[in-house]
């Protein structure tokens, strides 16, 4: 079967790098993005681009159901704006609920093949799986973003239903959630670390990320078996070398 991934959040900085790394590597794509945020004038003369133009609040899962059933793999690049409106304002749960209808909407497929599920999360947001143990200054002003930012909050709820409702054992999904430190962009991909869980503060020693090598791995998890088998289920850190 030939390659198809559907992309959410295909607007945003990372979101672009994504949908052209895998146009480089053939991969069929389809976007869902907003009519003002429109890649048609980047990437509409690619036979291998689809946009579908819609809110994914808006979209009810069946409808969203028919463009999963064409696609082996969907990577969720969703996040909010970092402004007033974006962060203090509706929705709050924008990635966690996009989430949700994303797997509903693959449940109801009941494709005879399990769907890769990506999720581009950060180091804010702790594996509780294997009890990641982090320095108290990072816990504590983490503590502080869950109270303050809701997108600290909504970034943990999409991870929890991941880890939690979907777990791995699923019959229909596989899972990655890929977790960058501080994003940076960069015009070429460069080395970079994988690693199971951080190895810095995230809030006082943060490493680097490029924005590029995030969607090398995300793009490079939809179509190398052997690295998709390395990390389902799991929560891999990125840094840049």
Request: include cysteine.
């Amino acid at each position: 079967m030939a390659k198809h991934t559907l992309v959410l959040g295909g607007s945003g900085a990372t979101g672009k790098l994504v949908i052209s790394q895998l146009l480089e590597r053939d991969v069929k794509v389809t976007a869902i993005v907003r009519a003002s945020s429109s890649l048609q004038a980047i990437y509409g003369q690619n036979e291998c681009y689809t946009e579908v133009t819609a809110n994914i609040e808006e979209l009810d899962v069946s409808e969203l159901a028919s463009l999963i059933k064409q696609c082996d793999s969907v990577i969720c690049c969703l996040g909010h704006n970092l402004s007033f409106a974006g962060i203090y304002g509706a929705p709050r749960k924008l990635v966690v609920n996009a989430l949700k209808k994303v797997t509903n909407a693959i449940d109801i497929l009941n494709k005879d093949y399990k769907t890769k599920l990506i999720l581009m999360s950060s180091t804010g947001v702790c594996n509780r799986d294997i009890n990641e143990e982090s320095p108290l200054s990072q816990r504590v002003i983490i503590s502080v973003l869950r109270m303050l930012l809701p997108p600290q909050i909504d970034n943990e709820l999409a991870v929890d239903h991941l880890r939690v409702n979907i777990a791995k054992d699923h019959p229909l999904i596989e899972w990655v959630c890929v977790r960058p430190d501080s994003l940076i962009d960069e015009q070429q991909t460069s080395s970079y670390a994988l690693l199971v869980s951080p190895t810095r503060n995230v809030i006082f020693d943060a490493a680097k990320t490029s924005r590029i090598n995030v969607a090398h791995f995300m793009t490079g998890l939809t179509s190398n078996t052997e690295l998709w088998a390395q990390w389902k289920g799991r929560m891999p850190v990125i840094y840049n070398h």
